[in-house]
């Protein structure tokens, strides 16, 4: 399987600031990047879908202008908590898949707390 | 949209019983059905999957089954081991297209007891 990196692995903010996370796709060109959050004892929530050099594709009730998305290669995507606050306390999760392919890989996530 | 239900919530098995998981979906034209293991604190990863057009697959002690018929396909694990225990999620998809999602099932805590 494809192998997914992301940093930072868990980050504590306050309330307020902005909080950027990185996903590589390590060994392969990831046409495709996911982005989810996942609550405690909870399943995956996809957030959006960004395909490289594109606007990505947010789920409904997601807030596109709070939760920034840059896909800008085929080996990297960004995800930006803008102003967060406690709620936005979760596990945000990157998945790639490529072009063409089926098969969809995990990072391994970035818990935030947001104090 | 596809709606995935998933059952047990919560599977206990002692050490080499076997597991089984099962998963409904509804979108008749899904034809991709991944599953993943997700540990504690970490990013789930992808075990096996199947395409629709094979009934069954296996790899060493896992296996997945499908029945397109009934929409509903299943994960086996034989001779659990404590490393096993996990939550197990599966997941269906359409196939094709740059934006085609995975709906997941809501997992099942798996326990292997030694």
């Known amino acids: 399987g494809a192998v997914v990196s992301q940093h930072p692995s868990w980050v504590i903010c306050k309330s307020g600031t902005s909080v950027k996370i990185e996903c590589r796709s390590l060994?392969?060109?990831?046409?495709?990047m996911f982005w989810y959050r996942q609550f405690p004892k909870q399943s995956l929530m996809l957030m959006a879908t960004?395909?490289?050099?594109?606007?990505?594709?947010?789920e409904q009730g997601v807030e596109k202008d709070k939760f920034l998305i840059n896909h800008a290669s085929l080996t990297l995507s960004t995800l930006t908590v803008t102003s967060a606050h406690p709620e936005d306390s979760s596990f945000y999760i990157c998945?790639?898949?490529?072009?063409?392919?089926?098969?969809?890989?995990f990072g391994p996530g970035t818990r935030l707390l947001v104090l | 949209g596809e709606n995935v239900e998933q059952h047990p919530s919560t599977l206990s098995v002692q050490e080499g019983d076997s597991a089984v998981i099962k998963c409904t979906y509804s979108?008749?034209?899904?034809?991709?059905f991944p599953w993943y293991k997700q540990e504690l604190g970490k990013g789930p990863q992808l075990i096996i999957d199947?395409?629709?057009?094979?009934g069954e697959k296996k790899d060493q002690r896992i296996a997945v089954t499908l029945n397109k018929t009934a929409k509903h396909f299943s994960l086996h694990i034989t001779e659990t081991q404590p490393e096993d225990s996990a939550v197990y999620f599966c997941?269906?998809?359409?196939?094709?297209?740059?934006?085609?999602?995975?709906?997941f099932g809501k997992g099942t805590l798996l326990t292997v007891n030694p």
């Open positions: 998945s790639v898949r490529t072009s063409g392919g089926t098969a969809q890989y």
């Open positions: 060994d392969f060109q990831a046409t495709t």
């Open positions: 960004s395909n490289e050099g594109s606007k990505a594709t947010y």
């Open positions: 979108d008749s034209a899904s034809n991709y």
């Open positions: 199947i395409r629709s057009n094979v």
């Open positions: 997941a269906a998809s359409r196939s094709g297209g740059s934006n085609y999602k995975l709906t």
